[in-house]
C-alpha cells in the first residue's frame, strides 16, 4: 500500500459521540497534517505534526483531538461535534527539512454530524 | 492572514477551448502549488514552481508563478471533458514544515 490513506472515507455522528479519524502514511515523511474542507470554503489547515510534535494547532475547537503516535500515523478524535462541523477532512504529509516540499493528501473522510 | 484570491471560481467551457485561471494574494509565497481535486476524492499535486517568473508546462497545461512570487496562473489549451474537476492554488511557506494557504478553488466545466 502506498501514499497516504484515510479511514473511514465516510462517516455520520450524532452531537454525543465520540469517533476518530485515522491516517496512515506510507511514502516515509515526517511532517504530517489536518485540514477541512467546508462548502464554499478554501481548504483550512487545522493542525500540523513535525516529528512527532504538534507545531501548530489553528485555533481549531477543543472538540478537535489530534493525536500523532509516530510520524506515520495520525488521529483526529471527535467529540461532542456541531452540525457545522460536517465537513471533509483531508490528511495529508510532506517531508521536512527541504523548502518547498510538497504535500500529498490522503483520500479525506467525509464527516457528517447529524 | 496570508489570503489566496482564486477566479473564476466557476468556469464551464466547451471541448476545445483555451482557458486560464487566476491565483492572486498580496503577500509572497517560497512556492506556489497547484492541485486537481476529484469528487469525492483528496487534491492530487499537479506542479509545484518556486521561482519568480517562473514557467511550467504538463501536456495542455502551463503554469506561471508571477515575477515577484505573489501570483499563479494556470492555463490549458483545447480542453478535455477529463479536465473537468476543482483546481486548486497553494502558497507555501515554510516554518519548520511545509505549510499551505489554498484558494476557494476553481470549478472547471468542459462539456463535450
Known amino acids: 500500500e502506498t501514499g497516504v490513506t484515510q479511514t473511514p472515507r465516510h462517516l455520520v455522528m450524532g452531537m454525543t459521540n465520540k469517533k476518530s479519524l485515522k491516517c496512515e502514511q506510507h511514502?516515509?515523511?515526517?511532517?504530517m497534517y489536518w485540514y477541512k474542507q467546508s462548502a464554499k470554503k478554501p481548504l483550512e489547515l487545522m493542525f500540523v505534526y513535525n516529528f512527532k510534535e504538534q507545531t501548530e494547532n489553528n485555533s481549531v475547537p477543543s472538540r478537535f483531538s489530534p493525536e500523532c503516535p509516530n510520524s506515520s500515523h495520525l488521529f483526529l478524535h471527535l467529540h461532542t461535534l456541531q452540525p457545522e462541523d460536517s465537513a471533509l477532512y483531508l490528511c495529508a504529509s510532506s517531508q521536512t527539512g527541504a523548502l518547498n516540499t510538497e504535500a500529498f493528501f490522503g483520500q479525506g473522510t467525509r464527516l457528517t454530524v447529524v | 492572514t496570508q489570503l489566496l484570491e482564486q477566479s473564476p471560481q466557476f468556469l464551464s467551457i466547451q471541448e476545445g477551448e483555451n482557458l486560464t485561471v487566476y491565483c492572486n494574494s498580496s503577500s509572497v509565497f517560497s512556492s506556489l502549488q497547484w492541485y486537481r481535486q476529484e469528487p469525492g476524492e483528496g487534491p492530487v499535486l499537479l506542479v509545484t514552481v518556486v521561482t519568480g517568473g517562473e514557467v511550467k508546462k504538463l501536456k495542455r497545461l502551463t503554469f506561471q508563478f508571477g515575477d515577484a512570487r505573489k501570483d499563479s496562473s494556470l492555463h490549458i489549451t483545447a480542453a478535455q471533458p477529463g479536465d473537468t474537476g476543482l483546481y486548486l492554488c497553494?502558497?507555501?511557506?515554510?516554518?519548520?514544515?511545509?505549510?499551505?494557504?489554498f484558494g476557494q478553488g476553481t470549478r472547471l466545466t468542459i462539456n463535450p
Open positions: 511514502l516515509g515523511h515526517n511532517a
Open positions: 497553494a502558497g507555501g511557506r515554510w516554518e519548520g514544515a511545509q505549510k499551505l494557504v
